[in-house]
């Protein structure tokens, strides 16, 4: 039987194209029911406060670069949705007066402009800008890892993929947008040999840092959330950290505090994580394959699956 049609983009693969019969179940879950989610390798945590929440994603780059040694480099890739851990992260360094000089970060993806070439800080939505002002050039200079150290998918992207070879990635931090990506792993165009089904989940994950086509949902999200509604400013294109680099990260943490995703998207990655359902046209369900995913969620931004005028 063919897969529906999108309801949002016709001409790409999303969510509103999986059967119908997945969806049945995802409203009916509530915070306890998704926590109970959890099997190994697959862990939900629910936060009581945004303090909390945003406490515990800035710990997770605390831990992973203390771990960081001349002699087996580490470091965490991390988002920029959400971006409040970020001062955070900064305020533990200085005020606990850690050394981070050995340690690694990679920004996770970065925006590329109409000629293909991805943005530079002085754009007002580049990525790495933002890294920058909320967390690294905050943080003491006698303290700081060098330049060196900032790995962001700009320039020569195989030298960023092949970073992930030679240093350890602890941890890679992702938010969830509303076409259930993480990173800019949106869902592909409807066209050529994914026509008629998206690519399978083992094609998929072969994918490596690239430079990518934006889902509509994408464009559309980054520009409410982002550029006050300016969806003219948002570019269609980004360069992004791939499910190859993904798969070599110890630990994929997954953090929702309401603010990217909408309660049904929510739901329903987790669900497909659980129930080991992978389908590319759902970025993020392809997470169910990887042995180490942790999904942190804010409990009162979870909202509820109801029908409700505004």
Same mark, same amino acid.
């Given at each position: 039987?063919?897969?529906?049609?999108?309801?949002?983009?016709?001409?790409?693969?999303?969510?509103?194209?999986?059967?119908?019969?997945?969806?049945?179940?995802?409203? *009916?879950?509530?915070?306890?029911?998704?926590?109970?989610?959890?099997?190994?390798?697959? *862990?939900?945590?629910?936060?009581?406060?945004?303090?909390?929440?945003?406490?515990?994603?800035?710990?997770?780059?605390?831990?992973?670069?203390?771990?960081?040694?001349?002699?087996?480099?580490?470091?965490?890739?991390?988002?920029?949705?959400?971006?409040?851990?970020?001062?955070?992260?900064?305020?533990?360094?200085?005020?606990?007066?850690?050394?981070?000089?050995?340690?690694?970060?990679?920004?996770?993806?970065?925006?590329?402009?109409?000629?293909?070439?991805?943005?530079?800080?002085?754009?007002?939505?580049?990525?790495?800008?933002?890294?920058?002002?909320?967390?690294?050039?905050?943080?003491?200079? @006698?303290?700081?890892?060098?330049?060196?150290?900032?790995?962001?998918?700009?320039?020569?992207?195989?030298?960023?993929? *092949?970073?992930?070879?030679?240093?350890?990635?602890?941890?890679?931090?992702?938010?969830?947008?509303?076409?259930?990506?993480?990173?800019?792993?949106?869902?592909?165009?409807?066209?050529?040999?994914?026509?008629?089904?998206?690519?399978?989940?083992?094609?998929?994950? *072969?994918?490596?840092?690239?430079?990518?086509?934006?889902?509509?949902?994408?464009?559309?999200?980054?520009?409410?959330?982002?550029?006050?509604?300016?969806?003219?400013?948002?570019?269609?294109?980004?360069?992004?950290?791939?499910?190859?680099?993904?798969? @070599?990260?110890? @630990?994929?943490?997954?953090?929702?505090?309401?603010?990217?995703?909408?309660?049904?998207?929510?739901?329903?990655?987790?669900?497909?994580?659980?129930?080991?359902?992978?389908?590319?046209?759902?970025?993020?369900?392809?997470?169910?394959?990887?042995?180490?995913?942790?999904?942190?969620?804010?409990?009162?931004?979870?909202?509820?699956?109801?029908?409700?005028?505004?």
């Amino acid at each position: 039987m063919p897969r529906p049609i999108s309801k949002v983009a016709p001409d790409w693969w999303d969510y509103t194209t999986l059967d119908p019969e997945i969806y049945a179940d995802v409203p *009916k879950l509530n915070a306890r029911s998704l926590e109970k989610l959890s099997r190994p390798g697959f *862990k939900v945590v629910m936060y009581d406060t945004l303090e909390d929440f945003y406490l515990a994603e800035a710990l997770e780059y605390i831990n992973a670069w203390r771990q960081s040694t001349d002699d087996n480099p580490a470091g965490i890739c991390g988002p920029i949705g959400p971006t409040e851990q970020l001062p955070l992260v900064a305020r533990l360094v200085n005020e606990l007066e850690l050394d981070i000089r050995k340690a690694h970060y990679w920004g996770m993806d970065e925006w590329v402009d109409d000629d293909g070439v991805p943005v530079p800080t002085s754009h007002p939505l580049s990525f790495a800008k933002a890294d920058m002002q909320l967390c690294f050039n905050r943080i003491d200079r @006698k303290l700081r890892m060098p330049q060196s150290h900032l790995h962001f998918p700009t320039g020569d992207l195989n030298a960023y993929s *092949k970073s992930f070879d030679e240093i350890r990635c602890v941890v890679m931090q992702g938010g969830q947008g509303e076409v259930k990506h993480w990173a800019f792993n949106d869902p592909p165009r409807r066209k050529g040999k994914y026509k008629d089904a998206p690519p399978a989940p083992e094609e998929y994950r *072969k994918l490596k840092t690239r430079v990518t086509d934006l889902h509509p949902m994408t464009v559309i999200q980054n520009a409410r959330t982002s550029g006050g509604g300016q969806v003219a400013l948002v570019p269609t294109r980004a360069a992004t950290v791939g499910p190859l680099e993904t798969w @070599k990260a110890e @630990k994929v943490s997954i953090w929702q505090a309401g603010c990217h995703d909408n309660p049904f998207g929510m739901r329903l990655t987790a669900l497909m994580i659980s129930q080991k359902v992978p389908d590319s046209s759902v970025p993020m369900s392809l997470l169910a394959d990887h042995p180490n995913v942790q999904f942190n969620y804010y409990r009162h931004g979870l909202g509820a699956c109801e029908t409700e005028m505004h």
